[in-house]
């Protein structure tokens, strides 16, 4: 398959391109391999993006609810058609398993387009009865939004940030992560094959600084970030210093619970999911799984015997559970998370270094890796490492865990596993995250809000929630009888 796209960046119904910024690459990260050179968008591509997208918003408000929806949901069905190219082209692009983007990546931003596209004939404003004279409200987009995704779900992020955002009557600009830069084209392509007016959805290419330049923006009404919390503090303070609105969807260190009553195999399959899938690459994984100390050796057991049985190799190969990480720097920064586990004392259960793969040569792969009797304090428990490094700690008493549980700067997601209804609903009431799981592990169907509490984010995207942070309301009071004045 030719990864490489017609064009670096996607701009009023087109593709463009800045033969003068700086190169970008997109390696398959299985090898190592280029498979697509593009170039940073330049000050005259910034330009031109904001402003065939303010025309286009334009027209695009003044285009009737129910025909935006219609597009949105034509744009779902050319991902699904596409889905086998889009999540090979994704595949090579994250190194992300075939077998996982066949299912989770276009399938997922297809939803998304669907369920806003569904949304989009009754957003609404209210009546407010004035006793007489009365109010309306109306909800109105808010212009020109700005889009900046992460790479471990490029085109499902993109999707979660423009189907609500085009649903309102906004236009986008996105800009993907610079290490991932290939599937946003293709959506914006999908988007322009069903309908969409050129300057309503475009994709422009770059690195922090264009994402930078794009916030500050005189332009962009608002912006929408996926990524790590110091960039997150970044792109608030720039937003802030700009008056720009925010959503922030940031980075996670989240407990999965399991209670001694759990059926353990549920949560040993929660667990392996929660810290393996996409190589432990997912925002709300739970990277401190909080066992029982009365189940603690039958859950290690089977969570070492059923990691054994994952199949790590070519992520093109549709048998294969675990691909590489998405890069050098990324895998640099995950092994040595592996050796400050074993620094720290915490007792590596499997995995915990580099992995092989005999057909592959230069591939970023690591071991599934596990740690037992891992305390609050070690620094794999409360950092962020984004793979697939699971820590398991011991707990006694439901307050206790709780407490520990909640002793995080973040507040992304948390799950729970126990067969107790009450304490299932009472754990969850504690916890401090803005998703959570009972008796399951992340799952994100598109009906859901989804976003973070305390570090981990502004705002939720997903649901009917993510309508608010999409929109305006302009409130309207219509005088029915006289006006009085003082004089
Ligand atoms: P990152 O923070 O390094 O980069 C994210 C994006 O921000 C990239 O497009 C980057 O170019 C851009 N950027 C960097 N500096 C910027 C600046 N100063 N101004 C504007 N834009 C700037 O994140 P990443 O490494 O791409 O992704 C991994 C992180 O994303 C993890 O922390 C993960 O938890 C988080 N994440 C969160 C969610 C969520 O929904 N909460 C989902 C996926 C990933």
Known sequence: MRAQPTGSHYINGRFHDSPNGAELVSIFPATGEVIAKLNAADDETIELAMSMAESGQKIWAATPPLERGRVLQKAAAILREKNRELSVLETLDTGKPLQETLVADAASGADCLEYFGNLAGSLTGEHIDLGGSFAYTKREPLGVCVGIGAWNYPVQIACWKAAPALACGNAMVFKPSEVTPLTALRLAEALTEAGLPAGVFNVVQGFGDVGAKLIAHPKTAKVSLTGSVPTGSKVAALAGEHLKKITLELGGKSPLIVFEDADIENAVSAAINANFYSSGQICSNGTRVFVHSSIKQAFLKRLVERTGNAVLGDPLNEET??????????????????????????????????????????????????????????????????????????????????????????????????????????????????????????????????????????????GHAAIEYYSQIKSVYVEMNGVEAPF
């Open 321 to 462: 559970n675990i691909g590489p990480l998405v890069s050098k720097p990324q895998l640099e920064k995950v092994l040595s998370y592996m050796r400050i586990g074993q620094d720290e004392g915490a007792r590596l259960v499997c995995g915990g270094g580099a992995a092989e793969v005999a057909t592959l040569h230069g591939g970023y792969f690591v071991q599934p890796t596990v740690f037992a009797d891992v305390t609050d304090q070690m620094r794999i428990a409360r950092e962020e490492i984004f793979g697939p490094v699971m820590s398991v700690l011991d707990f006694e008493t439901e307050d206790e865990v709780l407490a520990r549980a909640n002793a995080t700067e973040f507040g992304l997601a948390a799950g729970v596993f126990t067969k107790d209804i009450q304490r299932a609903h009472r754990v969850i009431d504690s916890l401090q995250a803005g998703t959570c799981w009972i008796n399951t592990y992340n799952l994100t169907p598109i009906e859901m809000p989804f976003g973070g509490y305390k570090k981990s984010g502004v705002g939720r995207e997903n």
